[in-house]
């Protein structure tokens, strides 16, 4: 991959960053990881890639066997781009690498939304740049199927470092569903997963991510996002297998008038797992909107579910919500909500719950013929159902598989 320098190279920032620990969430040691794997093989025909790979990238909504209500695909195993497609005119789906050899202003953006220096995670990303997906809507254009991409661990104490970059041009639209999962369900692993987005004028982008990893994996996200006036962003996250450690903070930066960004997480800890889940969205720009929503539910596991909205604008309206549930064993869900308001004229809320499941709504299903099994699932079918404003009828129908396929494992 091409070095991009600047005054001060993003790689000496990297440096500098590299040795500090984290802030948020675990420490993970990344030293107990390995930095490299062996190349994989293209694959100009996804379909072919093995059957096991192929229903475990299913299960996370990344269809291979037809993709044809898919517009693009993008699949990376370990560090290597292994296979990249388009099926619509005015969408475009490559390997970064790709597009910083393709594309001269691509380094105009790159680390802009996300800063290389920002932890030790993203300092390592910079410092042992693989890969990752570059996904672009021009001006006009609306993707009629979503973009889908998978990003698959398959080498034991992998750390696996991806920098994505999308970008909704203006008045565009794009839709995109991407999965991550291992190929192991039970090798050491660790996801490392810088994404940049930047919504354009009047732009609207839905992404959908579905995470399948496994009890010994450690995933550290580190997103940002950037919308100009009337751009849209809909960010949906869906957690509900067995994880280590997961701990991001995606944080979403409304710069034009009116600019709207919504966050909605679904999240199931099992026992054995840590989740560190948040959202953050700052309001800079008049008439801004934000909806910070996050489900979340242990059987055991810890949940930390943080959101903070911050405004700096005229007319600018946020509301976040967290809602938890413990079902059994020692679990432990901790609700963050945040706000601050840098002047009048703004408009923020929030609210929090966290309990268990009312005897009495168990009692009265069960009165009705169910086993309290069926009663509980019931329930929390009706809790993990979040109504998500401006999402297409089929991600919506890919979100409610994706949720419906762990309800056993979670009850």
Not at 152 to 176: F, G
Not at 207 to 232: K, L, S, Y
Not at 275 to 295: C, H, M, P, V, Y
Not at 342 to 370: C, P, Q, T
């Amino acid at each position: 991959m091409r070095e991009i320098k600047s005054s001060k190279t993003y790689r000496d920032k990297a440096k500098e960053a590299s040795g500090k620990p984290a802030t948020l969430g675990e420490d993970v040691d990344l030293s107990s990881y390995v930095g490299s794997a062996e190349e994989q093989p293209y694959q100009a025909d996804p379909s072919k890639l093995p059957a096991k790979t192929k229903k475990q990238m299913l299960e996370v909504g990344v269809v291979l066997d037809d993709v044809s209500q898919r517009s693009g695909t993008f699949i990376q195993m370990d560090n290597t781009a292994v296979h990249s497609s388009i099926r619509q005119e005015g969408i475009e789906v490559m390997a970064t690498s790709q597009a910083l050899e393709k594309y001269d202003w691509l380094s105009d953006y790159w680390w802009q939304a996300v800063a290389a220096d920002t932890d030790k995670y993203t300092a390592n990303v910079e410092l042992n740049q693989h890969d990752g997906y570059f996904i672009r809507v021009l001006p006009g254009s609306k993707s009629i199927y979503p973009v889908q991409a998978c990003l698959y661990l398959t080498k034991a104490r992998l750390a696996q470092n991806v920098h994505n970059v999308i970008i909704a041009e203006e008045d565009s639209e794009l839709h995109i569903i991407t999965g991550c999962t291992t190929a192991s369900s039970e090798e050491a692993g660790l996801h490392l997963g810088v994404s940049e987005f930047y919504i354009k004028r009047g732009a609207k982008v839905t992404f959908t991510m579905i995470h399948n990893w496994n009890p010994e994996v450690a995933v550290r996200p580190r997103t940002g996002i950037i919308v100009e006036q009337d751009g849209v962003f809909l960010n949906n996250y869906v957690i509900m297998k067995p994880v280590h450690s997961l701990q991001t903070n995606p944080t979403a930066r409304c710069v034009g008038d009116n600019a709207v960004v919504r966050f909605n997480s679904i999240l199931a800890a099992p026992p054995g797992s840590n989740i560190d889940l948040g959202s953050q969205a700052f309001l800079n720009a008049t008439g801004a909107k934000t909806e910070i929503i996050s489900r979340a539910i242990t059987t055991g596991g810890s949940i930390i579910a943080r959101g903070y909205i911050e405004g700096n604008a005229p007319e600018v309206k946020g509301h976040l919500e967290c809602r938890g549930l413990i079902l059994q064993g020692e679990g432990v869900i901790r609700a963050i909500p945040e706000l601050k308001g840098n002047l009048a004229g703004i408009d923020l809320s929030h609210e929090a719950a966290v309990g268990k499941i009312a005897e009495e709504e168990v009692e009265y299903l069960m009165a009705r013929g169910l086993t309290r099994t069926e009663a509980t699932a019931v329930i929390v079918r009706g809790f993990l159902n979040v109504d998500i404003e401006g999402l297409p009828p089929m991600l919506s129908a890919e979100l409610r598989r994706a949720v419906e396929a762990s309800e056993r494992d979670v009850m």
